[in-house]
């Protein structure tokens, strides 16, 4: 009966120990290596769905206890703060998520885009910075549509009217929300935290993954347009993260496709999500061509 006791005993601390080897496996080949293994996108988006407004999703993005923001792009030891600003342009709002880097710098994050599309519907991405994650990566929410009797299953893409941000920045009342903090002026609520370990951050960010989705179409077209001539980037945040970012983009492939007069250039990178499965990231830059 001992023997069978120790023998259980051995198998059972086997079997956690190859769990833990395996779970181990798969925070590692999920990481990049580049600042944005350390915010969530799709986090980010479910903060922005939950909350009633920009000023109330700027203050849930800076809780500690959201669990979406574990970004130190200074390396000062202390979690960055993100503030949120608003550009508009007619139905088409850019959220740019923006990390305060010094005195002199700051450093965008992350854009949501948000566009009303007619009444009652409205389309709704993020988009990571590609200083931040090596390349623009776009995400959207996941709703899927079971076709052929329940045997396949598509995604569509999501009405976020409902969300009470979304009917918040389309109300007349509304006046453009731009954060009203910089590097030396901080809400007085707000308390800075160290940042902790990616293999102890990865966790917090999986659940959020079922809801979302990355995808290669940047479905507002007009936000860029409103978001590119106001893009900052930090020199500091470039220096510090030059090595990885170069390693990541030398890893990608690239291929060219022509529609309609435009040349499509997609370069991607391929990793390894969650439960082993590949997750292909991917960038587009258009060209004008001849016929």
């Given at each position: 009966?001992?023997?069978?006791?120790?023998?259980?005993?051995?198998?059972?601390?086997?079997?956690?120990?190859?769990?833990?080897?395996?779970?181990?496996?798969?925070?590692?080949?999920?990481?990049?290596?580049?600042?944005?293994?350390?915010?969530?996108?799709?986090?980010?988006?479910?903060?922005?769905?939950?909350?009633?407004?920009?000023k109330e999703f700027e203050?849930?993005?800076?809780?500690?206890?959201?669990?979406?923001?574990?970004?130190?792009?200074?390396?000062?030891?202390?979690?960055?703060?993100?503030?949120?600003?608003?550009?508009?342009?007619?139905?088409?709002?850019?959220?740019?998520?923006?990390?305060?880097?010094?005195?002199?710098?700051?450093?965008?994050?992350?854009?949501?885009?948000?566009?009303?599309?007619?009444?009652?519907?409205?389309?709704?991405?993020?988009?990571?910075?590609?200083?931040?994650?090596?390349?623009?990566?776009?995400?959207?929410?996941?709703?899927?549509?079971?076709?052929?009797?329940?045997?396949?299953?598509?995604?569509?893409?999501?009405n976020a009217w409902a969300?009470?941000?979304?009917?918040?920045?389309?109300?007349?009342?509304?006046?453009?929300?731009?954060?009203?903090?910089?590097?030396?002026?901080?809400?007085?609520?707000?308390?800075?935290?160290?940042?902790?370990?990616?293999?102890?951050?990865?966790?917090?960010?999986?659940?959020?993954?079922?809801?979302?989705?990355?995808?290669?179409?940047?479905?507002?077209?007009?936000?860029?347009?409103?978001?590119?001539?106001?893009?900052?980037?930090?020199?500091?945040?470039?220096?510090?993260?030059?090595?990885?970012?170069?390693?990541?983009?030398?890893?990608?492939?690239?291929?060219?496709?022509?529609?309609?007069?435009?040349?499509?250039?997609?370069k991607s990178t391929t990793?390894?999500?969650?439960?082993?499965?590949?997750?292909?990231?991917?960038?587009?830059?258009?060209?004008?061509?001849?016929?």
């Amino acid at each position: 009966m001992k023997q069978y006791a120790y023998f259980c005993g051995l198998l059972t601390a086997f079997l956690l120990s190859a769990g833990f080897a395996r779970a181990n496996e798969i925070i590692k080949s999920d990481s990049t290596g580049l600042p944005g293994d350390n915010f969530s996108l799709e986090g980010a988006l479910e903060l922005f769905k939950k909350s009633s407004s920009p000023k109330e999703f700027e203050k849930m993005l800076n809780s500690e206890d959201s669990k979406v923001n574990n970004l130190d792009l200074n390396g000062d030891g202390e979690i960055d703060y993100v503030k949120v600003i608003d550009h508009n342009e007619k139905d088409v709002h850019a959220f740019v998520l923006q990390a305060a880097i010094s005195e002199s710098e700051n450093q965008d994050v992350a854009v949501i885009e948000v566009e009303k599309t007619a009444d009652n519907n409205a389309v709704v991405q993020i988009v990571g910075d590609e200083d931040i994650y090596g390349e623009e990566t776009i995400i959207e929410p996941k709703e899927e549509v079971k076709n052929n009797a329940g045997t396949t299953t598509t995604n569509v893409v999501v009405n976020a009217w409902a969300w009470p941000s979304v009917q918040y920045v389309y109300t007349p009342a509304y006046q453009v929300w731009v954060s009203p903090f910089a590097w030396s002026v901080r809400p007085i609520w707000w308390r800075p935290w160290r940042p902790v370990r990616y293999a102890v951050f990865y966790p917090y960010r999986v659940p959020y993954r079922h809801h979302y989705v990355i995808v290669r179409t940047n479905r507002i077209a007009y936000a860029p347009r409103i978001y590119r001539p106001v893009r900052a980037t930090s020199v500091m945040v470039s220096t510090r993260h030059q090595r990885a970012v170069a390693h990541y983009r030398a890893t990608r492939t690239t291929t060219t496709v022509h529609r309609g007069g435009r040349a499509v250039t997609r370069k991607s990178t391929t990793v390894q999500g969650p439960g082993g499965n590949r997750v292909t990231r991917k960038s587009t830059k258009v060209k004008r061509t001849r016929n």
